[in-house]
């Protein structure tokens, strides 16, 4: 049995298996996402989700599902699973006889005496989606008919019935391109057999996705079937459907399916798992190199590239890869602010630590590689130019004060990462001098000093360690501030304090970085991942669910994140050296069991901040995945 298996008990069981959703990507900005059963929860799912750069700079979901028929004998057995209000219907997955994901995600359909296997996997470098049909098992003449619900949307929409789509399709080589919609790119649909087909143009209404419905928003869709593919399989035959953005060349496809397999890194365990999901952060488009901050809403995120980049490509020994995304995010610094959001187009430059956090990604890369000379040929004047605009001052009201701190914020906004907002304004506005922006402002003019040996950075930087340790520690509580705001001073016990233990350089002593690593160990450490606030706070909330204010008030007040622990790892190892080994890896062995729930073989968002810390947010998050790998790289370096 393979690493990652469920059996048909486990599959057939909607409670348990509409949990567990998969998502693969690959390097043209595509992904494919459902659950392990085929039916879709999400509005985010679909077979092929791709860019559509001349409509927007969003996903759009244009292959949705694929709905399987088995033929026998006349009698025809549909192996498709969708919601409708009430009811699943056709309720396929009753035939589901096994779950694989080793190496691609494989299902098993047992009907009466056909054994079939689907296997799904993308295009590496193309907007094309592969499935293939293997008949494993027959005993008498079977057909299979291939029905193919088309959304043709953005991906944070949904498609309704309309009189504006258009119906006719075009004939190519063994298949069909259609084009719901201008300006869209058309869709190719093809067989790598001869195969039928015959147009049945009709709409599906009131399909429903429950993970929306939870979540507060608009859950029920209607999806368009142009007709189906018919066709003969033998038993022992394997037959591809490919869904692209380009013509396929059929005759091709078993040998491009089976190259694709064998460029997969194997999911036999954890590690691999991690690896696996690692490179599907990763994409590369039009020249640019960037990281997707998660899946499978997210589009790239300044910060979330720094601090997740050099776990996903260093630790992996791709310099090469890291670079790239540097010098593509170095094309979007505007004076000392990098974008906040981007998703093929900057939305805003209100991130307060992203351009701290590139420092930090800048020194990662040469402790890994030991290599200062290319990143002071390419970044230093980088560097240079975000340390000078700060110190001048810029928006947001982002400035640095008379003792050295570096300060931000005004009403209305979030400027760090703890960065939710609701109709009420920010949850943590955190407007003042955050503990976490000085611990990264007092390490990046120290690095900056190190590369070029300009003391007005050194100078700078001596004023604020004497400044930090004044204004952010108390000795009787035995930690940091998180805000200071002049005389105010925000006491509540959150993880922003740790990164003081973990940077390079650091204003506090060793024996004050134990304090805190002992107080977060103590109130926010858990086996998912740090709470980002202590359970004792009234404000606290230990679960993240309901409607969008609702999960918006929890995001950043309880809710425990993953990344987070690469920072408590890495304080707490320069610390206690070889004696937390094996505390480390514990920690680490502990997301073990995260690889066969809610995001398959990869790592979540967030998690509960209350036990058992269920999954919740992002089915994979890459800043989750890029400080896991880094742990092991830590932990192993030990």
């Known amino acids: ?51 559509q750069p001349q409509l927007d700079s969003q996903l759009h979901v244009l292959l949705s599902t694929l709905h399987e028929t088995v033929i026998q004998h006349g009698s025809s057995f549909n192996l498709g699973i969708n919601k409708y209000p009430g009811n699943y219907s056709p309720r396929g997955h009753k035939y589901l006889k096994d779950f694989d994901s080793e190496p691609i995600p494989k299902l098993t359909y047992r009907v009466g005496g056909v054994l079939l296997q689907k296997e799904i996997i993308l295009d590496s470098n193309r907007d094309r989606v592969m499935v293939r049909y293997t008949l494993l098992e027959a005993h008498s003449p079977t057909k299979l008919r291939l029905s193919p619900f088309l959304a043709f949307r953005g991906y944070h929409n949904l498609s309704k019935a309309n009189d504006d789509i258009n119906k006719n399709y075009k004939k190519i080589k063994q298949g069909i391109q259609v084009k719901l919609y201008e300006p869209y790119q058309p869709l190719s649909l093809q067989i790598s057999k001869p195969n039928q087909f015959v147009p049945t143009p009709e709409w599906y209404h009131n399909i429903e996705y429950i993970r929306e419905r939870e979540r507060g928003y608009d859950y029920q869709e209607d999806l368009f079937v142009p007709g189906y593919f018919e066709f003969d399989i033998e038993k022992g035959e394997s037959v591809i459907f490919s869904a692209g953005l380009e013509i396929a060349d059929p005759d091709t496809r078993q040998v491009a399916f089976e190259k694709e397999i064998n460029r997969r890194t194997p999911r036999n365990n954890f590690e691999n798992c991690l690896k696996n999901s690692a490179g599907q952060f990763i994409f590369k488009r039009k020249g640019e190199t960037r990281v997707i901050a998660g899946y499978p809403w997210f589009g790239w995120w300044g910060r979330d590239t720094f601090i997740a980049t050099p776990g996903l490509t260093l630790t992996q020994g791709d310099k090469d890869t890291f670079l790239e995304i540097m010098d593509s995010m170095t094309k979007d610094l505007q004076g000392p602010l990098f974008p906040n959001v981007g998703s093929g187009v900057v939305t805003n430059m209100n991130s307060l630590d992203a351009p701290l956090w590139f420092f930090w990604s800048l020194q990662q890369y040469i402790e890994f590689t030991g290599d200062t000379k290319t990143i002071k040929k390419r970044y230093l004047d980088k560097l240079k130019g975000i340390i000078d605009g700060l110190i001048a001052g810029t928006d947001f009201n982002i400035k640095v004060r008379e003792n050295g701190l570096l300060y931000g914020g005004q009403e209305g906004l979030a400027l760090t990462w703890m960065d939710a907002v609701t109709t009420d304004g920010p949850v943590t506005p955190r407007i003042g001098a955050p503990v976490e922006i000085n611990a990264l402002w007092y390490n990046a003019l120290c690095f900056y000093h190190e590369l070029s040996g300009e003391n007005y950075a050194l100078e700078l930087a001596e004023k604020v360690k004497h400044s930090f340790v004044a204004e952010f520690w108390d000795e009787e509580r035995g930690y940091l501030a998180d805000v200071v705001d002049g005389e105010d001073k925000d006491w509540s016990i959150r993880p922003n304090m740790v990164f003081a233990t973990s940077l390079a350089y650091s204003p506090l002593e060793e024996e004050q970085k134990d304090q805190i690593l002992e107080v977060v160990k103590s109130k926010l450490l858990t086996t998912r991942g740090l709470r980002t606030l202590s359970p004792e706070d009234p404000r606290y909330k230990g679960y993240y669910f309901g409607d969008q204010y609702s999960r918006d008030n929890a995001y950043h007040q309880g809710t425990v994140w993953a990344w987070l622990l690469g920072h408590f790892v890495e304080g707490y190892i320069k610390l206690h050296g070889k004696s937390s080994k094996s505390f480390i890896q514990k920690m680490i062995q502990q997301f073990d069991g995260v690889m066969s729930i809610y995001g398959i073989g990869t790592v979540a968002e967030i998690y509960d901040g209350d036990p058992p810390h269920r999954p919740k947010g992002a089915i994979s998050q890459a800043w989750s995945v890029g400080e896991l790998l880094r742990m092991m790289y830590l932990v192993n370096k030990i």
Do not use: Q, W
Request: net charge positive.
């Open 1 to 51: 049995m393979s690493y990652i298996h469920f059996d048909k008990t486990e599959l057939i069981n909607l409670n348990y298996s509409l949990e567990k959703e998969i998502i693969r990507s690959n390097h043209s900005g595509c992904y494919t996402s459902t659950t392990i059963i085929g039916c879709n929860t999400r509005k985010y799912h679909g077979l092929l989700v791709a860019p």
